[in-house]
């Protein structure tokens, strides 16, 4: 693989598809202020791959741009991409994405952990074929 960033409106639909909650907090997006995002771990070159990807609801795409106290800083990031689809975790990838070895990931703020598990019963992550 390359560090030339890849751009998939297929991954990106198959990435919207398959996670069809946030990946941080766990809702569906209801509502304006809670519409569901694609984010860019890595967002030098904004590359589609699956693994620079997370599923995340506006409130938590605030949290990762705003620099808030509960601010979600690229080591969550990465331990969320880890725990929420680890069939599309790859931090070789992910690394020459950054263009330099990736911060040590660090635990998942445990009040993320509690919203995701009150809404993941009602709406679980689906099982979808890649068609192409």
């Given at each position: ?15 919207a598809?398959t ?9 569906t ?17 904004r590359?589609d ?8 609801c ?34 070789a ?14 635990p998942?703020?445990?009040e ?5 598990e009150?809404w ?13």
């Amino acid at each position: 693989m390359s560090r030339i960033a890849i751009k998939s409106k297929e991954n990106l639909a198959f990435f919207a598809i398959t996670f069809p909650s946030c990946m941080a907090c766990g809702h569906t997006g209801d509502g304006f202020l809670r519409r569901l995002t694609i984010h860019h771990c890595v967002r030098l070159g904004r590359s589609d791959d699956l693994c620079n990807l997370l599923r995340l609801c506006q409130r938590c795409h605030d949290r990762v741009h705003g620099g808030t106290k509960d601010w979600l800083t690229l080591p969550i990031q990465l331990s969320l991409k880890k725990l929420r689809d680890p069939a599309h975790w790859n931090p070789a990838r992910l690394r020459e994405l950054f263009l330099k070895n990736l911060p040590d990931l660090q635990p998942v703020p445990s009040e993320y952990l509690v919203e995701f598990e009150k809404w993941r019963p009602m709406h679980p992550a689906k099982e979808v074929e890649v068609p192409w």
